[in-house]
């Protein structure tokens, strides 16, 4: 699923150098909302010169011989994703350190990049170290490392007198987490496992030892645990935190628009168009309002949608030997999935663009009025621009409303007139980061002899 990893990758560059090229996209463009279209200069490598590949991501080693799902690339609803320059990622990510932290779809993600970074760069040096839960990989000419640990609840799994209990408020293991430089994390899908995939006996919530609840709610609470931890213990000037959405399975037709079929192992081609024939995942919600309500800024990356067209880019049943059945969960590698994931990845998290910085023009002609100009500059918040940004309000809307509502109170005190014609300026267009505020061309000063002190306080 390369288009994930390519928008890991995008955002994981704009946490450490991001472009001005990078910044736009990010301003005008919903990476997330588009549909997947045939190219065919994909794939961009083979799977077969990734030779630490596992085998239940070989979907070609392991029999699948059909490659049509390799040449779709994602392409976002008004722009285009720029391509994955691996030796570009490299420099930029020299001496950092980058860790996926979540279930087996973290681990699909994690090999899917360190496969196209091999693939882009094969006589660059590596190491690999395998001890579970944590994986680590080392390219030592750049003093990169970029690691997975196995953690698929986020908070603590404890081993008590009366078995393993699944601790909601507990979150022990986010210790090692903070060296990190990226943190991008993933949980969902092992909530809603029962005995005997269920690694816990119980659940603790409040001091109280239960034997289960209702699973959603679980989740929400965990999370909130883990957002909870984000505030608290990463240091946000140099450790960027990442929250990989909900993966789409496609278990069942009505996933995908056939109510026929009984999985995924027909399909051969994408779901048209832009719209998933699925209701959107109820996790991500959850997310997104939990997101939203975060000191610290952590990054929403939405696959939700790209991933719910794709019922076609899965193992199936081309798994190692150990797996039965069909495996419609994860993504075959390498696919185009993964490469336009990496390049979200690299836009979305960070922009500079959360400032607003404002050069003023007063020109007042009339003598009789004194104008004095109080101003300061401050940054817009990132969590409320995220909010509105998460509900389809686009970088300008977002920032103008914001804008436009601290202003309005005090406009609304003035007098008539002079408000009616003051409110006028809420129709502010955002262009290269600056405010143009022609005053002179909008304020009709009073022209009586009588001395009226005007004190304008602008607030911005």
């Known amino acids: 699923m390369a288009i994930v990893m390519v928008l ?3 955002v994981s560059l704009s946490v450490l150098n991001q472009s001005n090229g990078e910044e736009e996209l990010v301003k005008n463009c919903n990476l997330f909302e588009g549909s997947w279209v045939r190219d065919k200069s994909y794939p961009l490598y083979n799977s077969s010169v990734c030779p630490f590949l596992r085998p239940q991501f070989d979907c070609q080693k392991n029999g699948r011989s059909d490659r049509d799902y390799l040449k779709y690339r994602w392409q976002p609803n008004g722009c285009s994703l720029p391509g994955f320059d691996a030796k570009e990622f490299l420099e930029k990510a020299r001496g950092k350190k980058i860790i996926f932290v979540g279930d087996s779809l973290s681990l699909n993600q994690w090999q899917s ?11 660059a040096k590596y190491s690999i170290l395998e001890r579970q839960p944590v994986y680590h990989f080392d390219f030592p ?8 640990q196995w953690h698929q609840f986020l908070v603590d799994i404890d081993e008590t007198t009366v078995g393993k209990v699944l601790k909601l408020e507990s979150i022990k293991g986010g210790d090692a987490w903070s060296e990190y430089d990226l943190l991008v994390f993933d949980s969902w899908h092992w909530w809603f496992y ?4 269920q690694p816990w006996d119980y659940i603790e919530l409040g001091g109280k030892i239960i034997k289960d609840m209702d699973r959603t709610q679980a989740f929400k609470i965990a999370m909130k645990t883990w957002a909870n931890w984000v505030d608290s213990a990463v240091n946000d000037t140099r450790t ?8 789409a399975s496609h278990y069942h037709g009505a996933d995908f628009g056939k109510s026929k079929a009984r999985n995924c192992i027909a399909e051969m081609s994408p779901v048209l168009g832009s719209r998933s024939p699925l209701q959107r995942n109820p996790g991500e919600k959850i997310m997104k309002q939990i997101l939203g309500q975060m000191k610290s800024p952590a990054y929403f990356l939405d696959i939700s949608l790209l991933t719910q067209l794709r019922p076609d880019a899965h193992p199936k049943s081309f798994v190692n030997p150990q797996h039965s059945g069909a495996d ?3 993504w075959c590698i390498a696919g185009a999935f993964h490469k336009g994931s990496v390049n979200c990845l690299r836009i979305s998290v960070k922009s500079s663009l959360s400032s607003l910085d404002c050069g003023f023009l007063l020109q007042v002609k009339n003598p009789k009025v004194r104008v004095e100009h109080e101003a300061s500059t401050s940054k817009i918040g990132e969590d409320p621009l995220f909010y509105f940004q998460q509900r389809g309000i686009d970088y300008e809307r977002a920032m103008a409303g914001m804008i436009s509502r601290f202003c309005r109170d005090v ?14 300026l ?7 980061r600056w405010l143009a505020l022609d005053l002179h061309t909008r304020l009709k000063f009073p022209t009586s002899e009588t001395h009226h002190p005007v004190n304008i306080v602008l607030l911005h």
């Open 426 to 432: 809420m129709n502010i267009k955002l262009e290269n």
């Open 194 to 197: 029962k005995k005997p995939e």
């Open 240 to 247: 960027k935190v990442v929250y990989q959405g909900i993966s």
């Open 8 to 10: 890991v990758v995008i």
């Open 141 to 148: 000419e750049y003093e990169l490392t970029i690691s997975m």
């Open 411 to 424: 406009f609304n005190e003035l007098p008539d007139k002079f408000g009616a014609e003051v409110i006028l």
């Open 328 to 330: 419609c969960t994860h």
């Open 113 to 123: 990049l360190t496969c196209m970074l091999h693939a882009a760069n094969p006589t």
